[in-house]
């Protein structure tokens, strides 16, 4: 099997003012496909700094990163768009929705960025809210459904465009934990469709549903049982 990620010595350092806080600090890690794997760590460990790494909404300060053995080191913002357009889907804790788009014009959005004919957005828009099981949701407004029929809708415009490798920060954190549960049945099922899935959570016994917990501390990746 061959790695969806790879990050060889990855650090980012924020620098605010005059001080420096090296929120990742030389992480090296390998992630293969199809895995299913938590992120856990305390608040401010690094957790959304990997995640934005790994989805290429940021950059390291040094270091390597390759997604589905591509190395996405010198890459402009255009070549990084284009990466994350392909490969990769991204779901927040609190679901990023646009408040005046219904279900369905939210879910199909990555395709606009992408220049997908409106038919055909619609038409796979439509079929993922029915996978996630949003059917009879489609024309309802974020402020029309529920937490966990949001995150739903938040998924469904992650995989809208059929990444690879679905990234989740805290998904379930905003969620009451049957909620969560549901979120994480439908993560083991798109799991065993052949998705990669990485997620953080703060829930020891969600993560005791992966195949894989990758324990970080302090921007470095611990070891295990600490
Ligand atoms: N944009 C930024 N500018 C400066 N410092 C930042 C920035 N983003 C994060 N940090 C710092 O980097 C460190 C890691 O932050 P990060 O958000 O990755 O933590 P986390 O593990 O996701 O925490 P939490 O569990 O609370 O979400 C923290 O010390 C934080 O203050
Ligand atoms: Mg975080």
Do not use: W
Request: charged share 25%.
């Amino acid at each position: 099997m061959s790695a969806a990620i790879e990050m060889r010595d990855v650090s980012r350092i924020y620098t605010v003012g005059d001080t420096e806080v090296r929120a990742l600090d030389g992480i090296s890690l390998s992630i293969e496909e199809h895995s299913f794997t938590a992120i856990m760590g305390p608040s401010g460990s690094g957790k959304s700094t990997l995640m934005s790494l790994i989805g290429c909404l940021d950059v390291p300060t040094s270091g390597t990163i390759l997604i589905d053995g591509e190395d996405t080191s010198g890459l402009d913002d255009n070549e990084l768009a284009y990466i994350r357009n392909r490969k990769i889907g991204f779901v927040f804790q609190h679901f990023s929705l646009l408040p005046k788009l219904d279900a369905l014009d939210n879910a199909a959005l990555p395709l606009l960025y992408a220049g997908v004919p409106l038919r055909e957005r619609r038409r796979r828009a439509e079929a993922m809210l029915e996978r996630v099981g949003l059917k009879d949701r489609m024309k309802h407004r974020p402020s029309e459904l529920s937490g966990g029929q949001k995150q739903r809708v938040a998924i469904a415009r992650a995989l809208v465009n059929n990444p690879s490798i679905l990234l989740a920060d805290e998904p379930t954190g905003a969620l009451d934990s049957a909620t969560g549960h549901d979120v994480m049945d439908l993560f083991h099922a798109l799991n065993d469709e052949g998705h990669t899935i990485v997620f953080v959570t703060h829930d020891a016994g969600l993560a005791s549903e992966c195949s894989r917990i990758i324990p970080i501390k302090d921007g470095k990746v611990a070891d295990d049982g600490t």
